[in-house]
């Protein structure tokens, strides 16, 4: 039976964007939701994927080169936008596709969402688009362009500039708009790592040890969470970056560790894996809902016997007790850049603005569990941002407010970028394909 439009990959890709830029919706989640309702083939799936992942990564290059075609975007339906720069998308970026094929559809959606002045007015721009070529970027700043080019807010690519340079600032933009891996990490209270990448290879999955973190595989293809393994709790869906922060506590069996901002547990069931059933880990979150979640990575791991999930604001946390944990961990909320790979729209639902004020919260947060460290304990604070104000500087002033924590050199397994001269740990996107983060270890005397 031959698809309608509406059935479309690119139909549903519109509908995604749409929904993804007015709702805030996770792009990830929402696409596996259209994927399962609408029972695609591997083929259409793999076409969605790639038009909304492209549009959501090149948004504000796809805007640079279509406004100059549009007199008033005021006047312009946000769908019809969406629209155009979705078949910009396509016509630079796919070239398997004709551009005859990209105009019959996208002229047939025009004419089905909306009515005839619709799709003449969507048939004149691509015609006009075809006929004129689209604007170089000569007339930019060397910030503007890379800006631009990456499609990465200025803010964030200033920010960058300012800390590392306009080199490495270049290579961090480049590695987020590249297709990021699947990652696990391995449980080894259940599996030996070569154990597991041999049942997985039954599988039809492929995976290589990762390059960090001493229990990571990286796949390179397949579908993680439908695998039997996954079920039955012989490893957890992880980035590499995010691995580090727990490996770098080292963790012992008996200890009493507090993980301020846990959800949704892949950190949580790392700390009870390492304590081998003897000690505890206190579990906050600020959402009854997600701390089911923690429970239920905790289940099928096999290490709900040391998790103590608690519904608790990590600022309230002085409610906990006086000097109570032996080790913390603060895996702060926070913008989120340094996930830009794998959340494409992170990028644009966040301003400068929000960096500072997460900050603030970062540091109550900070404030509130350091009195519940015993003496000689260990607080580890992490983010998933690469944003210098979210980072060293939070720590910084929390060394400044608390003169009796002082910040040592923070340490892997695999010894990541162990020539580094300063003491926290900062993963850039590029360094090794994997999420940004960042890592530091405070320590109370």
Known sequence: MKKTIKQTPRFLALDLLLRIRKHRTYSNIALNDVIRQHQL?????????????????????LEYWLEPFIKNKKKVDPWVWELLLLAIYQMQYLDKVPDHAIFNETIEIAKVKGHAGTRKFVTGVLHAIKRNGLRNFDDLT????????????????????SKVGLEKTAQIARAVNQTPHDSLRVNP???????LQAQLKKEGITTSPSEIAADGLVAQKGFLAGTAEFKQGDFIIQDESAMLAVESMDVQPGQSVLDACAAPGGK???????????????ALDIHQ??????????????????????LLDARQAGKLGNARFDQILVDAPCSGIGLMRRKPEVRYEKTLQDSQQLAQIQLQILDAVAPTLKSQGKLTYSTCTI???????????????????EQVKTQTKKNVKDQRSALGLTIYPDDFGSDGFFIATLVKK
């Open 41 to 61: 083939s591997r083929a259409d799936a793999n076409l969605l994927t790639t038009l909304v992942y492209g549009c959501l990564q090149h948004r504000l290059t």
């Open 142 to 161: 060397a910030a503007q362009r890379l800006s631009i080019e990456e499609s990465i807010p200025q803010w964030i690519i200033e920010q960058l500039i």
């Open 189 to 195: 209270g259940k599996v030996k790592s070569a154990e």
């Open 268 to 282: 949580t069931t790392q700390i009870a894996t390492a304590l081998a059933g003897q000690g505890a880990v206190v």
């Open 289 to 310: 809902h997600k701390l089911k979640l923690i429970q239920r990575n905790a289940e099928r791991l096999g290490v709900e016997n040391v998790v103590d999930s608690q």
């Open 387 to 405: 944003l210098p104000s979210e980072n060293q500087t939070v720590v910084d002033q929390f060394l400044k407010q608390h003169p009796d924590f």
